[in-house]
């Protein structure tokens, strides 16, 4: 089996918006709307600090459809236009959309909208176009912080691949099980992780 998947270090994200932008440019994402959002987490007190700067921290976290190995969306579609391919990956069939919007109710995320020009749902499809080729998802190839990695879950994080070819195993600093993190799971299980080290980690809350 496969599952492309996403890694983010959060120790290395700066915030620079370059995954969020380059995605919008090359997919044709409407404005207004997000195949890969940016949110600022924070900043939270310090455990132990007085809450009051520099005892602060905060960090930007990257949100995006998580590709989750029994995703929700999928379920509730009527049509079956959402669908989870043979790589893992959840797309749309906009032939058979019909714009009905359970999926994006369904979604625990909020990552999905309706086109309203098309009348079909829309998402992140981790650049199915680019990875069918062997390419890396827009979002990875642009970031300039070498915080975002692309690869086959079922094979280990480790191995995923950086924009400059380096693995995640050889290029980042030490990392353990303990410091990855997913999002909130309701049984649907996201594939997408987040390595954080230092700081506390908050989800999207």
């Known amino acids: 089996m496969t599952q492309y998947s996403i890694v983010t270090d959060l120790d290395r994200c ?3 918006l370059a995954c969020s932008v380059s995605c919008k440019v090359v997919n044709g994402v409407p404005t207004g709307n997000f195949w890969n959002k940016t949110l600022r987490i924070g900043p939270h007190p310090k455990e132990g600090g007085s ?13 995006q459809c998580q590709h989750c190995e029994n995703p929700e969306c999928v379920s509730v579609c009527p049509t079956e236009a959402s669908h ?9 069939d906009k032939e058979r959309c019909i714009g009905c919007q359970f ?3 369904a979604c625990p995320y909020g990552v999905r909208y309706l086109n309203e020009e098309e009348r079909v749902v829309e998402k992140c499809t981790l650049c199915e176009q680019k990875i069918s080729q062997g390419e890396l998802p827009q979002c990875v190839s642009q970031c300039c912080g070498m915080a975002r990695w692309f690869g086959d879950a079922e094979q280990g994080i480790e191995g995923f691949k950086g924009p400059r070819g380096e693995t995640l195993g050889s290029f980042l600093n030490p990392f353990d099980d303990s410091q990855v993190y997913r999002l909130v799971n309701v049984g649907n299980g996201p594939s997408m992780a987040y390595i954080m080290r230092e700081m506390k980690w908050q989800g999207m809350a």
Not at 51 to 63: A, R
């Open 14 to 16: 700066v915030g620079c």
């Open 51 to 63: 809450g009051q700067y520099p005892d602060v921290e905060m960090y930007f976290l990257n949100v």
């Open 84 to 92: 989870k391919t043979a790589d893992g990956t959840v797309q749309i």
């Open 103 to 105: 999926c994006a109710m």
